[in-house]
């Protein structure tokens, strides 16, 4: 800012005082949305009732399953809640899949009823995934996980790179951003350097078991959290080294139902 400006402001600012008026705010005031830390223990829980019983300051769960009510709930015992959208593929369950165009689906991404999106199409989606954000924000959900951001290094029935990807990443981040939501960066390790600053934490699965977790250093040493599990190894196996990565980790089965065994943290 120019120093002519800045006198400007200043002037301004003390003259809106003296009239009993609020100081404008400043230009680099730090953004409204939480920001979680390295550390903060968490819970994910995407299928059956959310067990709201459970010990932690941060949830995740899916947001087009659960209502307003339970994060009120959860809000009340001092909790933080992610909502849970699927960004990188359609699903044939959800009540919005109509209004996916055809052209829009890929393959078959393993999951039933699931199917790639061209991410590429970024004006068609656009208001698609603001619509599931929009809903998340309604809920009163502090964050949003974006879940498959990494559909370019999968065979998705289109071709897309790592540039299309970056791109789609971050105008899911900045879609949050604009509704007041942290956004986490599911998997997609290759693009963290890229995509550090755009993102506020990351969801991670399995980087022990596929020796990636080093990767993740990046963002709590930017004083990010990692919320970071693994289905196979037993918690012996990677807790250590999530506790030497500041890694908030926990063993889950699959299905991502209530049961856990996190980490203990110092």
């Not at 997609?188 to 550090?196: A, F, R």
């Amino acid at each position: 800012m120019a120093v002519g400006a800045r006198v400007r402001r200043l002037l301004l600012a003390a003259l809106l005082l003296l009239a009993g008026c609020a100081a404008p705010p400043a230009d680099d005031a730090p953004p409204s949305y939480w920001r979680p830390r390295p550390g903060q223990a968490w819970q994910w829980q995407l299928s059956g009732r959310v067990d709201t019983s459970v010990d932690v300051p941060v949830y995740d769960v899916d947001g087009f399953e659960n209502d307003a009510a339970l994060v009120r709930t959860l809000h009340a015992a001092g909790r933080k809640v992610v909502c849970y959208v699927n960004a990188g593929a359609w699903e044939d369950f959800r009540p919005d899949a109509a209004a996916f165009p055809r052209d829009l689906l890929g393959r078959g991404n393993g999951w039933p009823g699931e199917r790639w999106l061209d991410i590429r199409r970024r004006g068609a989606l656009r208001p698609l995934m603001a619509a599931r954000f929009d809903m998340c924000a309604k809920k009163g959900f502090d964050a949003v996980e974006p879940d498959l951001m990494d559909g370019y290094t999968n065979d998705t029935g289109f071709p897309l790179t790592a540039a299309d990807q970056l791109a789609y990443n971050r105008m899911l981040a900045s879609l949050a951003h604009e509704r007041g939501l942290a956004v986490g960066l599911k998997n997609d390790l290759e693009q963290i350097p890229e995509l550090l600053g755009d993102v506020d934490f990351a969801v991670n699965e399995q980087c022990a078991e596929h020796r990636e977790c080093d990767a993740l250093r990046a963002f709590t040493r930017a004083g990010k959290a990692v919320f970071h599990v693994e289905y196979e190894l037993p918690p012996a196996r990677f807790c250590p080294g999530s506790r030497r990565l500041e890694l908030s980790s926990m063993r889950k089965r699959p299905a991502l139902g209530a049961w856990r065994q996190a980490c203990p943290w110092p």
